[in-house]
Every structure is written in C-alpha cells, then in structure tokens.
C-alpha cells in the first residue's frame, strides 16, 4: 500500500514537473512574439526545458533492475513488499531498493567423536544453503546476515559448519562403529531435521547435506576392523567355491550313472 502510494506521489510530481517545464517554455515562446526581450525569453525557455529535462530523468532513475544472479528487494515501512531474481522495480517516494547475490553456498565440516564402543571417529561432510524464498525469506536473510556481504556470508558459513559438527557429534555418541559407517542417511536426515528450522529463521534454506567421509581414528582399530571384513569375505569366497565344487561333482555323478545305464542297456541287447 505505502509503496504504491509512494509511486503515484512520485509519478503525480514528475508529471506536473514536467508540464510545468513545458508550459513555461510555450509561454516563453508566446513572450517571445509579444514583444518581451530576447534575453528573458531564452533564459525562460532554457529554465522550462532543463525544468522538464530534470522530471524526465528523476522518473527514469527511479527505476531499478537488478542482474540475472542477483536479488531485488523493495522495503517499504521496514516491510518487504516485493522480492525476486533479476526483477525492475520502480522505487517510490518512501522505498528502498536492496541488492545481494543469489549465488548458492557450500560449507564443509569435520567432527570428531567417540562411539557407543568409546572409539573415536572422524565424520567429514558439506551442507549446500540458498536464500529461503518463502514469505519473508529473501529479507530475514539480508537483515541477519549482514546484508549477505562477504562479512555475512563468513560468517553464516561458520555458524551453519559448528551446527553440523555438533549435530553429529549427538549422532555419533549414540551410534555404533557399524551404524555410523553404514548408516549415513541417518546422519544426513538427522542434520536437515535439527537445523530446518532454525535456519528457516535466519532466511536460510537448507538445499541438501551430505556425510563425504567417515574415519576410524584408531589405526590398529581400523586395522582390526578390515582384518574382521577381509576374514569374512575369505570365508565367502571359500563357501562359495565349496558349494560349486558340490554342485559340480553332483552333476559329474549323476552324467556318469547315466553313461553306465546306457552302456547296460547296450551289452543286454
């Protein structure tokens, strides 16, 4: 509403501007054949055209356009009235108009913590973040995080990477070596689950986080953890053979009865 009342004050005032201009310079023109001096005349008519010269350009210079990979935000009242990507915007009597990148961010992170078994892991990761378009998203994001400046993006960044770590850290204490190896969806979901909604708040949405990596801190842990595996899947390559070598032998034995049926066929004809 305040924004809409602000562009037809601006626009009802440039338009009168500018017909002001114009009507002056007409009556300069008029003097001119009624015999006012020469001089007075130009100087009137020089006035009425820089006079409308001026609306037209405080018109034009209202209007903003923001670049392809960058947001447009118009607050009006300390409220966001309009917000979007690459938008042109005219900016009324009592608007402001904000720019920030859209760019998408990725933050790492790294956590240790020991198991349900007391043996410490190192899980490594990244989460990816957007601005949050929903509602309001796009201006709780430049009004907490520093007008999205190189400052801002520090340090968001940084916050959202200590919440990952400590997320998981929660996660890790209360899972099996096994479990945290094998189970990284848990973690992922966990993460996205706890920090939705309280990154919402800060205009941040949360497009995907992923588990990269998880460490056995202790080499001889680690050691004995691929011994275990390289023990089973000897022994599965051993049962495998063994079951084939029966299968084979089977099917050996059951060719040969039939070789001697029919060879005891032949010799009672």
Not at 41 to 48: E, S
Not at 117 to 132: D, T, Y
Not at 155 to 168: F, G, P, Q, T, V
């Amino acid at each position: 509403m305040n924004s809409h009342r602000g562009q037809t004050i601006v626009g009802t005032t440039v338009l009168g501007l500018g017909l002001l201009g114009v009507c002056l310079s007409g009556a300069c023109i008029v003097g001119m054949g009624s015999g006012i001096p020469l001089a007075q005349a130009i100087v009137g008519l020089v006035c009425g055209i820089l006079l409308a010269c001026l609306s037209i350009w405080s018109w034009i210079s209202r209007w903003v356009t923001g670049k392809a990979n960058e947001w447009i935000l118009v607050v009006s009242n300390g409220r966001m009235v309009k917000a979007g990507v690459g938008l042109t915007v005219f900016r009324g009597l009592y608007d402001q108009v904000v720019a920030f990148p859209s760019v998408i961010q990725k933050v790492s992170w790294s956590a240790e913590q020991v198991s349900k078994e007391v043996q410490g892991l190192r899980v490594s990761g990244f989460c990816i973040w957007s601005i949050n378009r929903i509602d309001d998203g796009p201006f709780k994001a430049y009004r907490y995080l520093d007008g999205l400046s190189t400052k801002g993006l520090a340090s968001a960044n940084d916050n959202l990477a200590r919440m990952c770590e400590s997320i998981i850290r929660s996660a890790v204490a209360s899972m099996s070596i096994d479990e945290v190896i094998r189970n990284r969806e848990a973690m992922r979901e966990k993460v996205k689950h706890d920090m939705g909604s309280i990154v919402t708040g800060w205009g941040v949405w949360l497009e995907t986080v992923e588990v990269t990596e998880v460490t056995v801190c202790s080499r001889s842990l680690f050691e004995d953890l691929q011994v275990e595996f390289r023990q089973q899947s000897r022994q599965a390559a051993e049962i495998t053979k063994l079951a084939t070598r029966e299968r084979i032998d089977e099917a050996t034995l059951q060719s040969n009865m039939k070789v001697r049926m029919m060879m005891m066929d032949v010799t009672e004809v």
